[in-house]
């Protein structure tokens, strides 16, 4: 459109209904657009909260173990690990050290080392073992065939409670409406009237 004054370009922007925005204010002479500006913040908005729901969150889940665990014990942290794992979240696996058991953190890293090998189906070591003052500490990440495949069960579950939303927020055919709603004008009703006599 070119160089407009700002009398004419606002008179532009009533003649066809929409508004005049500003979208390079430091720009010489300044940059205006003829928009719908609601529209145009209903629609960013969408796109934001689709960027929002695309996002991959990273959820890192903990599991603590004592280097004098019971096997059955075992087994259940492992249990916990394997579920976390196909759910696509990291796990940080903590051996907590008391007492004179500082003294032998080769049993705690044999147990890392233990629960890494029987894992690697389904995860990684992302970070080694390492001493952390009373603690040795050890994040497994699942692979990304795994993490793909969780977030494609996410997403179906996400999916169908949209679909069931939509089911049960759409009244049937022929419902009454509910208490404090009113009938659409058209539909069928019979009022009640009061003569004055």
Same mark, same amino acid.
């Given at each position: 459109?070119?160089?407009?004054?700002?009398?004419?370009?606002?008179q532009?922007?009533?003649?066809?209904?929409?508004?005049?925005?500003?979208?390079?204010?430091?720009?010489?002479?300044? &940059?205006?657009? =003829?928009?719908?500006?609601? @529209?145009? *913040?209903?629609?960013?908005?969408?796109?934001? !909260? +689709?960027?929002? #729901?695309?996002?991959?969150?990273?959820?890192?889940?903990?599991?603590?173990?004592?280097?004098?665990?019971?096997?059955?014990?075992?087994?259940?942290?492992?249990?916990?690990v &394997?579920?976390? =794992?196909?759910?696509?979240? @990291?796990? *940080?696996?903590?051996?907590?050290?008391?007492? !004179? +058991?500082?003294? #032998?953190?080769?049993?705690?890293?044999?147990?890392?080392r233990?629960?890494?090998?029987?894992?690697?189906?389904?995860?990684?070591?992302?970070?080694?073992?390492?001493?952390?003052?009373?603690?040795?500490?050890m994040?497994?990440?699942?692979?990304?065939?795994?993490?793909?495949?969780?977030?494609?069960?996410?997403?179906?579950?996400?999916?169908?409670?949209?679909?069931?939303?939509?089911?049960?927020?759409?009244?049937?055919?022929?419902?009454?409406?509910?208490?404090?709603?009113?009938?659409?004008?058209?539909?069928?009703?019979?009022?009640?009237?009061?003569?004055?006599?």
């Open positions: 459109m070119g160089i407009v004054p700002l009398e004419r370009a606002l532009l922007a009533a003649d066809v209904d929409l508004d005049l925005v500003e979208v390079a204010p430091m720009a010489r002479p300044p &940059v205006c657009k =003829l928009m719908d500006f609601g @529209k145009f *913040k209903y629609e960013s908005a969408l796109k934001a !909260r +689709e960027a929002r #729901r695309n996002q991959q969150q990273t959820v890192i889940k903990e599991m603590k173990l004592r280097p004098k665990i019971d096997p059955h014990d075992y087994e259940t942290k492992k249990g916990h &394997v579920r976390f =794992l196909k759910a696509g979240d @990291k796990v *940080k696996v903590t051996i907590m050290f008391r007492g !004179r +058991e500082q003294s #032998r953190p080769e049993l705690g890293y044999r147990l890392l233990r629960l890494e090998s029987e894992i690697t189906e389904l995860g990684y070591v992302e970070a080694a073992p390492k001493q952390d003052g009373r603690n040795m500490i994040v497994l990440a699942p692979h990304r065939a795994v993490k793909a495949s969780a977030v494609a069960a996410t997403a179906s579950r996400g999916a169908s409670r949209e679909r069931v939303a939509e089911e049960s927020a759409t009244p049937a055919a022929g419902a009454t409406p509910a208490a404090g709603e009113t009938a659409a004008a058209g539909e069928t009703g019979t009022t009640a009237e009061t003569s004055g006599q």
